[in-house]
């Protein structure tokens, strides 16, 4: 079976760390439990057969909004906690979707 394509029936519903929320501010889907991304982005787009992607408008350190995407999102969403570095997480780092992990944060 293949994953949803829209961010509303989420991307994220498989995995069972996240829970389910109304959208905010013009953010659709889901809110992480550990909550990155979705605190600074906003019309958020999940697209499947574009390369897993997801896609926002995420604010950077200034204020400004950035059109981001990353794709593998479902992918790496998928992959399991360690007991290291933490849970697969999406994060906004400075206005880019970035891949890492709940105990890391954006990259430096």
Known sequence: MLP???AEVSLYKSSGRYRSSGPTNGISGVVPSLGTYQAT??????????????????????????????????????????PFVGCPDIANCNGQLTHTYSYLGCPI
Do not use: E, R, V
């Open 41 to 82: 982005c906003a019309d958020c787009k999940y697209n499947f057969w574009a390369l897993d992607q997801l896609c926002c408008q995420c604010k950077d350190i200034h204020g400004k909004y950035h059109y981001t995407c990353t794709p593998g999102a479902y992918a790496w969403m998928s992959q399991p906690c360690n």
């Open 4 to 6: 949803p394509n829209t």
